[in-house]
């Protein structure tokens, strides 16, 4: 069989689009909070979010609050953000520096950054009382290729074992010594599958995307990932094109470890369900999708480029404008989309194949949810 399928090639197998149910239902919604979000393994962040030892982050997982944090050893740890004492938020700040320990702002209890229970005013005060019983709820912690995955459930499947399509599969473009170069925020009206099922397909690319046409064939290409967490595959550059930039050129220096055809490729995955990662020759861009109701994403997207763009004559701007009007593109269909799936008259209608790969992905999504 060949690595790379074409979306013709893998068919849409005459599927149709979801019943509008999976759209605006606020049950459907806490179910997907539940079951996907805070039953998966989640990407919260890149390793450039923990510039220091005890710098940490607070991260929304599902309806979770989760607080992760990189400790004095360089360990990673994931704690539900929950005191243990009454229940109180340790912290609602997006990220900070903890130095040795989370104080709770509410009696004071202090715990390490691993969690334990180390402080507690008043202890003896307290009937049949033992610290070690107090720890912070934890949660699973991965750090894998510059990227920090969680899981909220009770028995993750192992990382290894739910990515094993990847596992390796990124090395090339060593995301873990990419800067943060760019970062944009989008709060967009429109449904988190809606976001996914439009990035996975460029059949919408002529009509909506009229410089990014010029710059990679709609028609080009291929994937190689076509079931399970991971869906995705590749879009040849046009002869004379660079990368994905206004401009066409590359606008960093080629990423060394990539191959010749991966240098002439822009590779894009889904990685269900919150995550698009877009791998060009020269950077590395990352969507989080945040879930915030049936007919509300947020979505922060972030460029990383290698820190050996700064000493040339790189011009990140040009890939971060280009890639933020094609964002604005995307949310504006998917919009009006969401805006459509609401009416009476709206039925499910028929994939092309060029769609295949939005097809897989509602097929992967109902396995997901109706199990
Ligand atoms: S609720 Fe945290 S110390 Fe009381
Ligand atoms: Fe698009």
Known sequence: MKEFLNSIEIGSQGQFTLPAYYYIAEEIFQRELRQLFESSWICVGHVSDFPQRGSFITVDVGKESLLIVRDHQDKYHAHFNVCRHRGTKLTDSP???????????????????NGELIGV????????????????????VVSF??????????????????????????????????????TKQYEVQANWKLILQNYSECYHCAPVHPRLVELSSPHSGGNDLIDGP?????????????????????????????TTEQSERVYYYVVFPQMLLSLHPDYVMIHWLKPRSPSHTSIT???????SSKNQKCDPQD?????????????????????????????????????AMSAALDRYYLQQIEH
């Open 95 to 113: 990220c900070g520096l903890a130095g040795k320990s989370f104080q709770c702002p509410y009696h004071a209890w202090t715990y390490s950054l």
């Open 145 to 182: 290729e510059g990227l920090i995955w969680v899981h909220c459930g009770l028995k993750p499947t192992p990382f290894e074992l739910h990515f094993a399509a990847i596992v390796k599969r990124f090395s090339n473009w060593t995301i873990s010594d990419l800067e943060l170069t760019g």
């Open 121 to 140: 005013p008043d202890e003896k005060q307290i009937p049949n009382f033992s610290r070690e019983a107090y720890s912070l709820h934890g949660a699973a």
């Open 230 to 258: 991971v869906m995705g595959g590749y879009m040849d550059l046009k002869a004379g094109t660079g990368s994905m930039t206004f401009t066409g050129l590359r606008c960093g220096p080629t990423l060394p470890s990539l």
């Open 301 to 307: 997207c972030k460029w990383y480029f290698p820190l």
């Open 319 to 355: 890939a971060i404008q280009f890639w933020d009007q094609t964002n604005r593109e995307d949310w504006r269909v998917s919009e009006l989309t969401q805006a459509g799936v609401g009416s009476s008259r709206y039925t499910p209608g028929p994939y092309s194949h060029r769609e």
